[in-house]
């Protein structure tokens, strides 16, 4: 029986599961995409030649968000969901972007954010690009205790590779 319990969470973490297969983090994420989009079109922009450099910056970590995730999708194929659970497809992955990091997809989302701030010279848009990592942070954190739970391998996996970001974190 799923459990309907919105506010309590499974052994590994304290986080709510916010529904059975974590519904609300994947509403919470839509509201932070869109946020991020929205900062960037509004709000002071710095300008001149810190503008320029930014916007060449961004652009590429636009690009570069996009590639991770796309290759990212590629080797979860029919196991790729928004949602924090993993579905019955599911298997524990560690080739392509996984041997780099845990979850590249939201690593990917928060590269492309952070780049976006840079495109659009936001500080507002930078701000919740940061507020967006620390949510994939906490998001992966529901996700994992589901992985442990699921795979018995999951816990070597986690020390061996980065949470998010490739090289960094």
Partial sequence: MPDRNLHSAPAGT?????GPRGEGWVALQGVAIVAAGLAGLAGPAWSGPARIASSAVGIGGIGAGVVLAVAAA???GTALTPLP???AEARLVRTGPFRLVRHPIYGAVAIA??????ATASPVALL?????????????RREEAWLVERF????GYRAQTRRLL????
Avoid at 128 to 140: G, N, P, R
Avoid at 152 to 155: A, L, Q, T
Wanted: hydrophobic share 55%.
């Fill in 14 to 18: 304290r986080l709510p599961t916010l």
């Fill in 74 to 76: 590629r080797v979860l």
């Fill in 85 to 87: 659970k993993p579905n």
């Fill in 113 to 118: 954010a952070i780049g976006w701030g840079l």
């Fill in 128 to 140: 919740v690009a940061v507020a967006i990592l620390a949510f994939f942070d906490l998001k992966s």
């Fill in 152 to 155: 018995p391998e999951y816990p």
């Fill in 166 to 169: 490739p090289w960094l974190y």
